[in-house]
């Protein structure tokens, strides 16, 4: 590299105890040449203490281009995290330790960052000293105390962003630059090249379109409410109309009402009168119908005191006769229970004759059977012995019975050898499905947190005959722990990108896969080819006994099993077989194992430990994170006891599948034998009948002798029961004929009495005749008398209640027209009684017309004229109201529009010039890249945002940068190349770019840096950081640039006694010599 000669200036990045030094590219530490050029807020000194790998280091970074280069493990990312946490950024933003404490020096109490900032009018200088027992940082400002806030402040002022992705990128922030939304990606570069106001006018849109919107709801909330109540108004306008039509009808009806009791007073008045005179009448015809009817009624007393003593006698006759009825019926009733009596008799008579015939047929009957007994015993007594037939079907019986024993036997021991397979089988089906189910609770698990690849495995499985080569599902359900306990170092060293992944044997099945998956069903799934040459069964560096003195126990690789391609990978990806785990004793003498070769990362029960080794000085720096527990892989399937127990199960189904024919062939041989069984049973209850005949003949014979003289001797004797059944008839007619004889004389009795009682009626028929004479002769003149008596009685009631109606009449008639009892009818009443009919009739008629008008108007009452009258007045406010809120709307649209051009204008412009150079540097590497304005919907301001397209085959298009589509390095060059459009624009004092090249090819990398050359050099641009581990040769170098060499080791001569002249005279010297 030449050396400047435009300008002079230095850095060093020292470390003392360390003896790390930096080499940059002229002059002295306290003169900084070309102040002019720095940017308000770029940085002009770093100074570290006790920080990370420092002891004590002091950098002078250059206005524009700083390219910090230095091997792997040198400091480069300890200046970024200086950078970071000296501007008050948050650890997340680094993506390393979550407390601050962890960035102090193993071994130190506190640590110590300084950062000068160009500032017009004097430079801002921010101390921060950070200590490690409380996570504590102690802030100064220009050497005066502060608070956080402060500097917060401070530096926001200064446009300085760390939290931007666009402005400071740290190594482990690369990759979710990509993952960045198209939205937070316009954010991020408005902050970050926009003018200042430009953020902040896309704030302002997006509050002015809510409000918007919320004005445009409630103007058309207010709208609808208001044309429905003016729809409902028009529907109750001619509801108002009807109720005042009802209402005139209403007050005829209260007209009539009043006149109509005053007109009833009058008709009762009149009716009064005549009633008065009708009764004066009524008495005296009353007065004269009873002079006339005086001598009739002492004649029909003077009868009636005649026939009392008669009709008495007749009553005690009438009372004698019915107690001589009563004695005849009981007279007759006894005469009656004699008949019955004797026929009783004469029926038990019958019987005994009956069942005589009956037992005389027995006898004859087993007379009979005693002859054919003994002839057919007669016929047996010639049939040979049969006791050496039973004897040999006894024999052969029980022989069959020992056969059918062993068979029930073994057939019992079949069946208990059976439930105990069924037994087995059961036990061990539970534990397959309990296997199965802790499988599906791991796939449960996968859909919860990332669907597209649940769905890609769904996929897989109904297709795998699609591919060639072995196609491994997601590693999390591949990968099974032997111990759960463990899971969580596995799940800690495997990043969750990879435990989501795929792994393919062959790599055109997983182009196959992806193109199905990914490009056509559009799911975003990770996949992995697995190594060509197995790293499987690949040994440790070094055995584990050799680590066991520290407590280490195993390697990873033995904690968990996996399929041949997914550990080949694992191994060879992330050394799996070579990471130690170790216990609390591995934790306690962790200064001895990190000084250990070979050892780049291990475990501890509870932390993880990555160490990095120096190229230089072959020091060690460590960083180390806690182990967070398991979420995916605490889930164990012991997949050879899974496989044991399938095997298992088929050798049970195996067993019983033996055991049922085996079965069936002994309830062949049972049902045979038990056919067998019952013939030899026939036969020998056939022998034994046979042999036992004769003498059942011969008992039988002697039983039915027995019943014979049984029979004989019980015969009854008829001739001897005649003679006492006509005894017991003759006793009973005794007894009837004095029955008879009573019953005569009470007969005789009862007609005497009625002869009696029909003289006495005689006579008073006679007295009864007479004086139904005299009361037909007094009726005719006792009706006209009650007619007029009664008539009487009415119209004095009638006069009662006329008078008594006349008064409540003239009192309702006064109340009803609101006068005083001692007032006359007013002359206003008098005028409108006098349009009105003067008959109740008429009345009557003309209320029931008016109230029948009146009736038709249903549903209507003072409210709705309320309501009415209420809403007129709501729909005026309302439209007020409705009139103000739209001209409160326009203008928020006039507003919002002249905000829009504020916004929207500059604002495509600024992405116009970002296109530009990005579409340049793009082409300029024979690729296609743009960037554009992306929203869907112009009014929604909240949904813009930017898009990048790019294209690194002439064969494929242009497509989304996104985290899955483009490959790891394809995302590093559209990320640089980006911010390097960015960097012209010169809004932000400076950017920090760390390790973005790692995974770029040599000729990437190559154009990336002459293309950061060209375009970070300019005078129009800020200052730029960029951090690289290697630096290629034939570079093109501006002299604005600053090279920044870190160096560590134990041979670095410290910075004081270094002379970049010096050392640049002898490279010179050395060079002409060779």
């Known amino acids: 590299m030449e050396e400047p000669s435009k300008r002079e200036r230095l850095g060093d990045v020292t470390r003392s105890t360390q003896t790390l030094n930096s080499m940059l590219s002229a002059s002295q530490h306290g003169d900084i040449a070309g102040q002019g050029r720095y940017v308000e807020g770029s940085i002009l000194r770093i100074t570290m203490k006790n920080f990370l790998t420092y002891d004590y280091s002091e950098l002078y970074p250059g206005p524009n281009l700083n390219m910090i280069v230095g091997a792997n493990g040198t400091g480069k990312s300890s200046i970024v995290c200086a950078i970071c946490l000296g501007l008050a950024g948050k650890t997340a933003l680094l993506g390393r330790g979550d407390k601050v404490g962890l960035y102090v020096k193993r071994g130190c109490s506190k640590g110590f960052i300084e950062i000068e900032l160009f500032k017009t009018g004097g430079n801002l200088v921010i101390n921060r000293e950070i200590h490690v027992e409380n996570n504590q ?87 609808s409410f208001l044309e429905k109540a003016k729809q409902r108004n028009e529907r109750n306008k001619h509801d108002v109309n009807r109720y005042y039509e009802k209402k005139r009808h209403l007050d005829v009806i209260e007209l009539l009402e009043k006149k109509k009791p005053w007109v009833e007073y009058e008709t009762t008045l009149k009716e009064l009168n005549g009633v008065k005179k009708e009764r004066e009448e009524a008495k005296r015809h009353l007065s004269a119908l009873k002079q006339a009817q005086a001598p009739m009624l002492r004649k029909i007393h003077e009868i009636e005191n005649r026939l009392k003593p008669t009709e008495a006698q007749i009553k005690t006759k009438t009372a004698a006769i019915k107690e001589a009825s009563l004695k005849c019926k009981q007279k007759q009733d006894e005469l009656d229970r004699k008949h019955k009596e004797i026929d009783d ?168 896969f992806m193109t199905e998956v990914r490009d056509r069903m559009n799911l975003k799934v990770n996949c992995i080819s697995a190594p060509e040459d197995s790293w499987s069964k690949k040994p440790p560096s070094r055995h584990i006994e050799s680590l066991r003195r520290f407590g280490f126990f195993t390697y990873l690789r033995e904690l968990f099993d996996a399929p041949d391609e997914v550990m080949s990978y694992l191994c060879h990806q992330y050394r799996v077989h070579d990471v130690p785990v170790g216990t609390d004793k591995t934790k306690a003498m962790i200064k001895t194992v990190i000084e250990e070769p070979y050892l780049r990362v291990l475990y501890t029960v509870d932390e993880r430990y990555t160490l990095k080794r120096s190229h230089y000085s072959n020091k060690i720096s460590t960083s180390n994170s806690a182990v967070r527990p398991s979420q995916f892989l605490n889930i164990t399937v012991d997949a050879e006891e899974k496989r044991e127990l399938e095997e298992k199960i088929k050798a049970c189904e195996s067993k019983l599948n033996a055991i049922d024919e085996r079965m069936k062939a002994l309830q062949k041989e049972t049902a045979a034998l038990g056919r067998r069984d019952n013939e030899l049973l026939a036969e020998k209850k056939r022998l034994f009948e046979l042999k036992g005949k004769k003498r059942q003949l011969e008992q039988k014979i002697s039983t039915k002798q027995d019943s014979l003289k049984q029979m004989e001797q019980s015969v009854i004797n008829l001739k001897k029961l005649e003679e006492e059944t006509q005894e017991k008839v003759a006793a009973v007619n005794s007894q009837k004929v004095l029955i008879v004889t009573g019953l005569m004389t009470q007969m005789k009795l ?294 920044l060499c870190v160096h560590n080791g134990p041979y670095m001569i410290h910075p004081s006694h270094w002379d970049d002249k010096t050392f640049i005279r002898r490279h010179l010297k050395r060079k002409a010599r060779a």
Request: net charge neutral.
């Open 750 to 1043: 009862r007609a005497k009495l009625t002869m009696e009682k029909v003289y006495l009626a005689l006579d008073t028929v006679g007295l009864i005749a007479e004086k139904t004479k005299l009361e037909n002769d007094c009726r005719e003149g006792a009706s006209g008398l009650k007619i007029f008596d009664k008539k009487l009685s009415c119209l004095e009631q009638r006069k009662t209640q006329l008078t008594e109606k006349c008064k409540e009449l003239m009192k309702s008639a006064k109340s009803i027209c609101r006068i005083q009892s001692d007032e006359p009818l007013p002359e206003g009443l008098q005028t409108a009684f006098s349009k009105l009919p003067d008959t109740l009739d008429e009345i009557d008629a003309m209320l029931n017309e008016e109230r029948s008008r009146a009736e038709c108007f249903t549903g209507l009452n003072e409210n709705v004229v309320v309501e009415y009258n209420r809403r007129e007045q709501e729909i005026k406010n309302l439209e007020k109201e409705l009139e103000a809120k739209n001209n409160a709307l326009n203008t928020y649209r006039q507003n919002m529009s002249e905000a829009k051009e504020r916004w929207l204008n500059p604002l495509k412009q600024l992405v116009e010039q970002i296109n530009v150079k990005f579409s340049d540097f793009f082409r300029s590497m024979q690729c296609a890249g743009e960037v554009d304005l992306h929203s869907e919907n112009e009014e929604e301001y909240d949904k813009y945002g930017i898009r990048i397209r790019v294209k690194f085959h002439s064969s494929t298009q242009l497509h989304e940068l996104t985290a899955y589509h483009q490959s790891g390095g394809e995302r590093s060059v559209s990320t640089m190349l980006y911010l390097m459009a960015l960097q012209e624009l010169n809004r932000c004092p400076f950017r920090v770019v760390d390790e973005i090249n790692q995974v770029h090819t040599h000729t990437h990398t190559h154009t990336l840096s002459n293309l950061t050359s060209g375009t970070a050099c300019k005078e129009t641009t800020s200052q730029y950081f960029f951090i690289t581990p290697k630096l290629l040769q034939n570079l093109q170098y501006a002299d604005e640039m600053t090279i």
């Open 137 to 223: 940082s102690l802030w100064m400002l220009n050497g005066k105390h502060c608070n956080q806030k402060t500097v917060e402040e401070e530096v926001k002022a200064l446009r300085i962003q760390v939290s931007n992705l666009c402005q400071f990128l740290p190594q482990e922030k690369v990759g979710e630059f990509a993952k960045m939304s198209k939205i937070e990606l316009l954010e991020a570069t408005e902050k970050s090249v926009g003018p200042p106001e430009m953020y902040e006018y896309h704030c302002e849109l997006k509050n002015f379109r809510n409000k918007e919107r919320e004005l445009e709801s409630v103007v058309k909330e207010k709208a």
């Open 345 to 512: 008799i004469k029926q038990r008579l019958r019987l005994k004759r009956m069942e005589e015939e009956d037992h005389q047929k027995r006898i004859s009957n087993t007379r009979q059977t005693i002859e054919g007994l003994k002839a057919e015993l007669a016929k047996v007594g010639d049939q040979p012995d049969v006791t050496p037939q039973i004897n040999a079907v006894t024999t052969e019986l029980r022989q069959i019975h020992e056969e059918r024993s062993k068979i029930e036997g073994e057939k019992a021991d079949l069946r208990r050898e059976r439930d105990n397979l069924h037994a087995e089988s059961k036990m061990l089906e539970k534990k397959l499905n309990d296997m199965n189910n802790m499988m599906n609770a791991k796939q449960e698990k996968l859909r919860g947190c990332h669907r597209d690849t649940y769905s890609a495995l769904q996929w897989l499985r109904q297709n795998r005959n699609l591919f060639q080569g072995n196609v491994h599902e997601p590693m999390m359900l591949m990968i099974n722990m032997r111990d759960h306990r463990f899971a969580k170092y596995v799940e800690m060293h495997i990043p969750f990108h990879d435990l989501r992944a795929f792994v393919f044997q062959r790599k055109d099945d997983m182009e196959k």
